[in-house]
Nanobody, 123 residues
Framework: VQLQACGGGLVQAGGSLRLSCVVSGRTFSNNAMAWFRQNPGKEREFVASISWNGISTYYADSAKGRFTIFRDSAKNAVYLQMNTLKPEDTAVYYC?????????????????WGQGTQVTVSS
Protein backbone atom coordinates (compact mmCIF):
# COMPACT_ATOMS: atom_id res chain seq x y z
CA VAL A 1 0.00 0.00 0.00
CA GLN A 2 1.32 3.41 -0.97
CA LEU A 3 -0.04 6.86 -0.24
CA GLN A 4 1.42 9.45 -2.55
CA ALA A 5 0.92 13.05 -1.43
CA CYS A 6 1.61 16.04 -3.61
CA GLY A 7 0.57 19.62 -4.16
CA GLY A 8 2.71 21.37 -1.59
CA GLY A 9 4.82 24.37 -2.38
CA LEU A 10 5.67 27.94 -1.53
CA VAL A 11 2.80 30.41 -1.34
CA GLN A 12 2.29 33.87 0.09
CA ALA A 13 0.10 34.46 3.10
CA GLY A 14 -3.52 34.66 2.02
CA GLY A 15 -2.97 32.30 -0.87
CA SER A 16 -4.31 28.82 -1.55
CA LEU A 17 -3.02 25.34 -2.19
CA ARG A 18 -4.68 22.02 -2.87
CA LEU A 19 -2.99 18.89 -1.60
CA SER A 20 -3.72 15.54 -3.17
CA CYS A 21 -3.13 12.04 -1.89
CA VAL A 22 -3.57 9.05 -4.14
CA VAL A 23 -3.62 5.55 -2.71
CA SER A 24 -2.36 2.54 -4.57
CA GLY A 25 -2.21 -1.08 -3.61
CA ARG A 26 -5.69 -1.38 -2.16
CA THR A 27 -8.94 0.50 -2.10
CA PHE A 28 -9.84 2.68 0.85
CA SER A 29 -13.41 3.40 -0.15
CA ASN A 30 -14.62 1.95 3.17
CA ASN A 31 -12.02 3.70 5.31
CA ALA A 32 -11.56 7.09 6.88
CA MET A 33 -8.71 9.26 5.72
CA ALA A 34 -7.04 12.29 7.17
CA TRP A 35 -4.36 14.94 6.90
CA PHE A 36 -1.81 15.69 9.59
CA ARG A 37 1.10 18.12 9.63
CA GLN A 38 4.43 18.38 11.36
CA ASN A 39 7.24 20.84 11.84
CA PRO A 40 10.80 19.90 12.83
CA GLY A 41 11.08 19.30 16.54
CA LYS A 42 7.34 19.30 17.04
CA GLU A 43 4.76 16.59 17.31
CA ARG A 44 2.62 15.67 14.37
CA GLU A 45 -0.74 17.40 14.64
CA PHE A 46 -4.13 16.63 13.25
CA VAL A 47 -5.55 18.84 10.51
CA ALA A 48 -8.69 17.18 9.12
CA SER A 49 -10.37 13.83 8.64
CA ILE A 50 -13.13 12.46 6.44
CA SER A 51 -15.35 9.43 6.76
CA TRP A 52 -15.50 6.55 4.34
CA ASN A 53 -18.49 8.03 2.51
CA GLY A 54 -17.27 11.61 2.55
CA ILE A 55 -20.22 12.82 4.59
CA SER A 56 -18.59 13.27 7.97
CA THR A 57 -15.66 15.64 8.24
CA TYR A 58 -13.73 16.85 11.25
CA TYR A 59 -11.28 19.73 11.49
CA ALA A 60 -8.73 21.04 13.90
CA ASP A 61 -9.65 24.47 15.20
CA SER A 62 -6.75 25.92 13.23
CA ALA A 63 -8.23 24.57 9.99
CA LYS A 64 -11.92 25.36 10.47
CA GLY A 65 -13.30 27.81 7.96
CA ARG A 66 -10.15 27.79 5.84
CA PHE A 67 -9.46 24.17 4.90
CA THR A 68 -11.75 21.65 3.23
CA ILE A 69 -11.12 17.92 3.07
CA PHE A 70 -12.84 15.87 0.42
CA ARG A 71 -12.36 12.58 -1.33
CA ASP A 72 -12.93 10.87 -4.65
CA SER A 73 -13.40 7.19 -3.96
CA ALA A 74 -13.41 6.36 -7.65
CA LYS A 75 -9.86 7.70 -7.82
CA ASN A 76 -8.92 6.32 -4.39
CA ALA A 77 -7.82 9.80 -3.45
CA VAL A 78 -8.25 12.41 -0.74
CA TYR A 79 -7.67 16.13 -1.05
CA LEU A 80 -7.11 19.11 1.20
CA GLN A 81 -8.09 22.50 -0.14
CA MET A 82 -6.30 25.15 1.89
CA ASN A 83 -7.39 28.78 1.59
CA THR A 84 -6.33 31.95 3.35
CA LEU A 85 -3.04 30.36 4.27
CA LYS A 86 -1.01 31.74 7.15
CA PRO A 87 2.71 31.47 7.93
CA GLU A 88 1.83 29.21 10.86
CA ASP A 89 0.42 26.69 8.37
CA THR A 90 3.97 26.01 7.23
CA ALA A 91 4.70 22.32 7.78
CA VAL A 92 5.12 18.97 6.12
CA TYR A 93 1.64 17.65 5.44
CA TYR A 94 0.93 13.92 5.61
CA CYS A 95 -2.07 12.00 4.40
CA UNK A 96 -3.15 8.93 6.32
CA UNK A 97 -5.62 6.10 5.97
CA UNK A 98 -7.38 4.37 8.82
CA UNK A 99 -8.75 0.87 9.18
CA UNK A 100 -11.97 2.34 10.59
CA UNK A 101 -14.80 3.99 8.71
CA UNK A 102 -14.97 7.26 10.60
CA UNK A 103 -12.08 9.58 11.19
CA UNK A 104 -10.50 10.82 14.36
CA UNK A 105 -7.82 13.24 15.44
CA UNK A 106 -5.70 10.48 16.94
CA UNK A 107 -2.79 9.49 14.71
CA UNK A 108 -2.75 6.03 16.32
CA UNK A 109 -6.03 5.30 14.52
CA UNK A 110 -4.26 5.56 11.16
CA UNK A 111 -2.29 2.64 9.85
CA UNK A 112 -1.05 3.87 6.49
CA TRP A 113 0.88 7.09 5.91
CA GLY A 114 2.12 9.01 2.91
CA GLN A 115 5.59 10.45 2.60
CA GLY A 116 4.60 14.06 3.20
CA THR A 117 4.56 17.19 1.11
CA GLN A 118 6.10 20.49 2.20
CA VAL A 119 3.91 23.56 2.49
CA THR A 120 5.66 26.87 3.08
CA VAL A 121 3.69 30.06 3.60
CA SER A 122 5.65 33.30 3.44
CA SER A 123 4.55 36.44 5.23
Amino acid sequence: VQLQACGGGLVQAGGSLRLSCVVSGRTFSNNAMAWFRQNPGKEREFVASISWNGISTYYADSAKGRFTIFRDSAKNAVYLQMNTLKPEDTAVYYCAAALRSYGSDNQRDYKYWGQGTQVTVSS
